[in-house]
């Protein structure tokens, strides 16, 4: 509940949410459009690798069938060379043997050097050179072949391996985005929910200093109502000591009564006296004074008289008034007292005289109306304070009703703070949760990161070996 200047006027929740909401999806919606823009790149980066390894690989197997086949064709060019030279030399030496015969020992003597010249062990020991010189170049070119089969599956076991740790890294690195961007949205959902208990802190604050004053106000009201106690407790005294006076004043009534009916008779008596020559003096004063003082109070009282009794005694608090009215009243007690005592003066005077000149039943009457008056202000004061009672009751239930409605109030909040605490320890506890997965799943990343690294290097020195056979055939 609120209370007029409690301080800055808060803006609705609903609208407050609403506005957050709309800049959390506006950011949710940039975010998924980078993290989309990210991922176009990098498939557009990974085909663009894939079709320049696809190239060099193509390049790579065509310089090699390119260099087997010239290599190839050369040695069978060489080979073939030779085998002409070797097996046409002869046939020309023996031409010129047959030749030489026709001359003289000159010609025998070089036909002699000639058919030294035309050995038959020299051809064939050429021939099984060359031979033998073909027989090398083919074990040359089975382990060439071999060494290029061998070579043509370790690159398709490494290009298998390369696309493999390229799916997985690329799976990998979407599976990071996916984890950054499951991080970044509870981390949203833990700021939006720490600012929800901010909020809630301090609404909480200010329920509580609210509820210390409303405490402050009722400890003033819970004062008030015992001095209001105190004050029906003087109350019922004051009644008390009205209904003492009340009986006092009767029995003042029935002495006056008396007391008439004495001072008749003795009228009378004079009056026969008077006829006979006698005068008669009383033989005592009859006064009926009772010497009792009525306790004094102060308070409020019920009925309507008694609230007009009070407003009689002027303003104030209502001690002073009181005050007032005994003070009024101890006033009024010490003029009756004196009444009586002329009273008993003018009785006693009236006895020694023979004849009573003038009658007291005027003085006596005069009283009476003095009573009559005091007792209709009493009676005024006496509602006056039943009507300040009546209102003081009403007040005192209208506070323990705040009371009751503040202590509900402070039970609610309680309860709302301890939710609090505990959606906080959840949020805390699901935080640290999160921390734990992001913490494995970096770990998982690095390890593929160095995996692919790894990988990347043995693709790399196989590239080089290959480089250098190539570059030995």
Do not use: W
Not at 103 to 121: A, E, F, H, V, W
Not at 131 to 158: A, F, H, P, T, W
Not at 309 to 335: F, I, T
């Amino acid at each position: 509940m609120g209370t007029p200047g409690s301080g800055r006027k808060r803006t609705p929740v609903k609208d407050r949410f609403s506005a957050e909401d709309e800049a959390l999806s506006s950011i949710a919606r940039e975010a998924e459009a980078r993290l989309a823009a990210k991922r176009a790149a990098r498939a557009e980066a990974r085909d663009i690798r894939m079709r320049e390894l696809e190239r060099q690989q193509k390049e790579g197997v065509e310089d090699a069938l390119s260099i087997r086949s010239l290599g190839s064709h050369r040695l069978d060019e060489k080979s073939d060379k030779q085998y002409a030279e070797n097996y046409t030399r002869p046939s020309s030496r023996n031409s010129a043997s047959a030749t030489t015969p026709l001359s003289g020992n000159s010609s025998r003597r070089g036909s002699g050097d000639t058919s030294s010249l035309i050995d038959p062990d020299t051809s064939l020991s050429e021939l099984r050179d060359i031979y033998d010189l073909k027989d090398q170049i083919q074990d040359v070119e089975g382990r060439y072949m071999q060494g290029l089969k061998e070579l043509k599956e370790s690159l398709s076991e490494v290009e298998e391996k390369y696309k493999k740790a390229m799916v997985s890294n690329a799976q990998l690195d979407n599976e990071k985005n996916n984890l950054i961007y499951q991080v970044d949205t509870l981390k949203d959902v833990i700021e939006e929910q720490e600012e929800q208990m901010a909020e809630f802190f301090r609404e909480n604050e200010e329920k509580s200093k609210e509820l210390e004053r409303q405490k402050h106000m009722c400890s003033v009201l819970q004062h008030k109502m015992d001095e209001l106690k105190e004050g029906l407790r003087q109350r019922d005294e004051l009644i008390e000591a009205l209904e003492k006076q009340k009986e006092y004043i009767g029995c003042l009534r029935n002495e006056r009564d008396t007391l008439r009916e004495e001072l008749a008779g003795l009228k009378e008596a004079a009056k026969t006296g008077e006829k006979h020559g006698l005068v008669i003096i009383p033989d005592g004063t009859p006064n009926g004074d009772v010497h009792h003082e009525p306790v004094v109070g102060a308070i409020t009282v019920v009925s309507q008289e008694a609230a007009q009794v009070l407003e009689s005694a002027g303003e104030g608090p209502l001690d002073v008034r009181l005050r007032k009215l005994a003070g009024e009243k101890e006033e009024l007690l010490s003029q009756v007292r004196k009444l009586k005592l002329q009273l008993e003066e003018e009785q006693q005077k009236c006895s020694r005289n023979d004849g009573v000149a003038g009658d007291p039943a005027g003085l006596q009457n005069g009283s009476d109306l003095q009573f009559i008056e005091m007792q209709r202000d009493a009676n005024r004061q006496i509602s006056e304070y039943k009507f300040k009672l009546s209102k003081a009751e009403q007040d005192i239930t209208t506070l323990e009703q705040s009371i009751n409605r503040l202590e509900g109030q402070v039970l609610r909040y309680k309860t709302a703070a301890e939710n609090a605490e505990k959606v906080e320890d959840e949020l805390k506890a699901e935080k640290r949760k999160l921390q734990r997965e992001l913490r494995t799943a970096l770990d998982k990343i690095e390890e593929m990161e160095m995996t692919n690294s790894h990988l990347a290097k043995r693709l790399e020195k196989m590239k080089a070996n290959r480089t250098a056979l190539l570059a030995q055939q």
